[in-house]
């Protein structure tokens, strides 16, 4: 890494950890800015989970609400906030989900202009609705990753800081869950050409 990439790093952890200090302190400011920065994030990872708008938007609700319960206790170790986010999300989403008696998470949005404005919309849409029905073949944990990698775009280390594992594990998921996925579509396109 060079020298200015190092500083901006350090500048960035230095303001989040700063950010966090305010938020400890109960200062709103502190607290709209951490909800601009991560809602989006949060929503998004609480819709894929849950395939529902009305139960995402509460649970994101509730993930600040516990965040700003919480803050006094969080110590800051360099680590992105918005990690620390996506684990209470987690976990308020597994228990909703079991309340809900549901183990698996609902189908990715219906919607294949939310990835890609390219194309036929008739193939997008089809493409679209072949790999959520393969994404819901796999388990949780391959879901999630594949949920926040491509989905949400985020970067191996910050993908295993958020599952709690290392970027290898992270890698290893993230190749078992494609090469599911991929054998899973080339069986359905199989299935549809002798049929």
């Known amino acids: 890494m ?13 303001e989040e950890e700063l950010l966090v200090y305010r938020a400890q302190q109960a200062d709103t400011a502190a607290w709209d800015e951490i909800f601009q920065r ?3 994030h949060i929503y998004s990872f ?7 708008r009305s139960a995402a938007e509460d649970l994101t609700a509730d993930v600040f609400l516990e965040a700003w319960r919480g803050v006094r206790r ?4 360099g680590t992105p906030l918005v990690s620390w986010l996506y ?17 698996r998470t609902q189908p990715l949005p219906e919607d294949p202009r939310q990835v890609s404005g390219e194309g036929d919309e008739a193939e997008q849409v089809a493409l679209w609705q072949s790999v959520s029905a393969a994404m819901k073949k796999l388990t949780l944990e391959q879901q999630q990753v ?9 970067s191996l280390s910050e993908t295993g800081a958020l599952l709690g594992k290392n970027e290898n594990a992270i890698k290893a998921l993230e190749f078992r869950a494609l090469k599911s996925v991929r054998r899973i579509l080339n069986g359905a396109m199989a299935s549809r050409v002798e049929g």
């Open 2 to 14: 060079a020298f200015r990439e190092a500083l901006q790093v350090a500048d960035a952890r230095d």
């Open 38 to 40: 991560n809602y989006d």
């Open 46 to 52: 609480v819709f894929c989970r849950t395939g529902d």
């Open 74 to 77: 969080f110590k800051y170790r």
């Open 87 to 103: 684990r209470i999300a987690r976990n308020l989403v597994a228990d909703h989900l079991r309340r809900r008696g549901r183990s």
């Open 146 to 154: 594949l949920v926040i990698r491509f989905i949400q775009g985020m």
